[in-house]
């Protein structure tokens, strides 16, 4: 496998990896509302050929695989080998009317894709790639002719309360070591769509659109799933990463009692907000 996103093999290989891995039905139920938008959008037909970009876990690898049926196929490529291993094995339990899938631990920026695909779509991977003019030119050149692109990335910090209402309480306790540089690879590389716009269209897609979806996210059935789901994934558990245990069990608590005063025994929903974009070749 290619060399080019080292850092974020690591990284989706590493703990942070194994914990999607672990918890992904949360993930997956978090995510339910913008899955539903972005399925409604891409209106997958039997028989296509789907490539799913940064397929984690499989959730939409599997939805794809239903949707084309049997005459269909789909491609999950991921960097990441323990989220490949939960889409397999998930697969092995799918109605034989859903289409083969095949699992890849590829980077799509560089991966020479083996045939042409009449759909690529994804839910939150495309932000992470080191050189995105590459990748998305990449990821066009394994389209065919009429091949369509549809994928969700996060609008900013700031529009997206799921991350802001634990991430504010904490920040006295917690500051940022690192503060994201804008342009660099994570979840909210795409905020703003004048930084994907050109990306697109020099890799030589047209009619691209950039739709904005606000959902309500449903963080946890209760307190302690809630306080468990921002403190494993996503930017708050980025600032307790490595950080002292008494540390980490503060801000913890700091986010439950916090969660208890806004939304009692549960469950926890806060807003969330994402741009569904769409293009064609
Ligand atoms: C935020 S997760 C989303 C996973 C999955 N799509 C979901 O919605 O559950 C981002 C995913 O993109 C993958 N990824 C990041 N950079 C990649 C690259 N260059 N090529 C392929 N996958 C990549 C990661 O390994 C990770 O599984």
């Known amino acids: 496998m290619s060399t080019l996103n080292k850092d974020q093999s690591e990284y989706w290989n590493g703990e942070v990896g194994q914990r999607w891995a672990a918890y992904h039905q949360a993930l997956d139920t978090a995510f339910a509302p913008f899955t539903e938008a972005l399925f409604a959008r891409a209106a997958l037909k039997r028989g296509q050929r789907v490539l799913d970009i940064g397929c984690g876990a ?4 599997l939805i794809a695989a239903r949707q084309v049926g049997s005459g269909g196929h789909v491609t999950g490529a991921d960097l990441s080998e323990p989220l490949l291993a939960v889409g397999r094995d998930r ?3 799918e109605a ?13 920026q560089d991966h020479a894709f083996d045939g042409r695909f009449d759909h690529a779509l994804s839910r939150f991977g495309v932000m992470f790639f080191e050189d995105s003019a590459a990748a998305f030119a990449n990821i066009r050149r ?3 002719d009429g091949g369509r692109l549809s994928f969700l990335c996060w609008r900013s910090l700031a529009e997206n309360a799921w991350v802001t209402v634990p991430r504010d309480a904490v920040l006295p306790l917690l500051p940022e070591v690192e503060p994201p540089q804008p342009g660099a690879p994570g979840p909210f590389r795409f905020a703003a769509p004048d930084t994907l716009l050109p990306i697109l269209e020099a890799a030589g897609f047209h009619g691209i659109e950039c739709e904005p979806v606000d959902r309500v996210m449903r963080v946890g059935e209760t307190i302690e799933a809630a306080a468990d789901f921002v403190a494993t994934r996503g930017p708050v558990a980025r600032l307790l990463r490595e950080r002292e245990p008494a540390l980490q069990e503060t801000a913890l ?3 439950r009692q916090l969660f208890v005063e806004r ?3 549960g ?4 807003g969330a907000a994402c741009w569904l974009v769409t293009a064609r070749t």
């Not at 009317?97 to 631990?105: E, G, K, M, N, Y």
């Not at 469950?267 to 806060?270: A, C, G, N, Y």
């Open 142 to 144: 394994s389209l065919a």
């Open 96 to 108: 034989p009317s859903a289409a083969p899938i095949a699992w890849l631990r590829a980077d799509a």
């Open 253 to 255: 608590k700091i986010i």
């Open 267 to 270: 469950p926890v929903d806060l």
């Open 263 to 265: 939304f009692g025994d």
């Open 91 to 93: 697969a092995a339990r």
């Open 58 to 61: 499989g959730d939409t690898a």
